[in-house]
């Protein structure tokens, strides 16, 4: 029916994201060879293409421009095509559709990907050890899927990682001290993965994290990681990590800081007063924990978002304390 699109075989750019489209994604691309996007136009309501359509897009050729493939949230089922691995891709999202089983392993011959973006399927099995591969990746987003086992060594190789994500997933085994290597990471999230803990102390030489999100971890208890030198955090969560002794000064340095959650932890000891500099603060979860002592005055008469229940503090809030959300 939409033949006559093969016809313009100059085109650059097709656009299908989020059109609701449906079917098993075709195994071969490319015979369009100066297309370079694949995405969303953005006045195009859904429904309007069916993916069957492209399947005539065949015989990839070399020298093909090809470089973004966007196909998030549609409802693309069956699995990811080893033929994408044909393509020099950059940038390859595939998010919020209904892909199964694992991601092949000739996704990590793709060496001119910087973004790998599979969040929200239902992909499954243990993560590919070949997407470490990917020296030039930047962006590794596979939350919301099945994958279970644990992170493969060979994602130490992957250096250039600005930002990683896997929540949600049914992984197992510890975080690996390799994510030390990722030293240009920007955001680690971590939640809800059945890992264990403890955390490894790697992770204190990730200078460059604006956002840590970890929950959930089995295993032994930890004491606080050294986070001292991440000034320009803004989202610090470490819930449910089996974290026990104090809550460090430090995190009152972080004046980025708009997030703080650790709760549901064994922290012990005072609020350290220093939090109270946390000009930037809009959320600070600290319930569900061991700690004592008098909340700092200062945190009390926040008008942000602070939760301190279920510990064992003493003295009175001020009468401006039932007006917050304390």
Known sequence: ???????????????????????????????????????????????????????????????????????????????????????????????????????????????????LILEDNQLEGPLNENLGNLGRLRRLLLSGNNFTGTIPQNF?????????????????????????????LDKLFLQGTSMEGPISSTISQLKNLTELMISNLNGASMSFLDLQDMKKMTRLALRDCLI???????????????????????????IPESLQSLDSIDYMFLNDNLLSGEVPRGILNWKENVDLSYNNFTGSPPSTCQQNDV
């Open 156 to 184: 130490r190789n992957l250096k250039n990682l600005t930002d990683f994500r896997i929540d949600g997933n049914n992984l197992s085994g510890k975080i690996p001290d390799l994510i030390g290597n990722w030293t240009k």
């Open 244 to 270: 026990t002794g104090q809550i460090p000064p430090y995190l009152g340095e972080m004046k980025k800081l708009k997030i703080l959650d650790l709760s549901f932890n064994r922290l012990t000891g005072k």
């Open 1 to 115: 029916m939409y033949g006559f699109l093969f016809f313009f075989f100059s085109n650059t750019s097709i656009r299908l994201k989020g059109l609701n489209l449906t079917g098993v994604l075709p195994a071969k691309f490319g015979s369009l060879k100066y297309l370079q996007e694949l995405c969303q136009p953005p006045d195009v309501k859904s429904g309007f293409f069916l993916f069957s359509d492209l399947v005539k897009i065949i015989d990839y050729k070399a020298g093909s421009f090809f470089m973004n493939s966007d196909l998030t949230r549609n409802y693309f089922n069956g699995s990811i095509p080893t033929s994408f691995s044909q393509l020099p891709l950059v940038n390859l999202s595939l998010l919020g559709n209904r892909l199964s089983r694992s991601i092949p392993k000739e996704i990590g011959d793709i060496a001119t990907l910087e973004e």
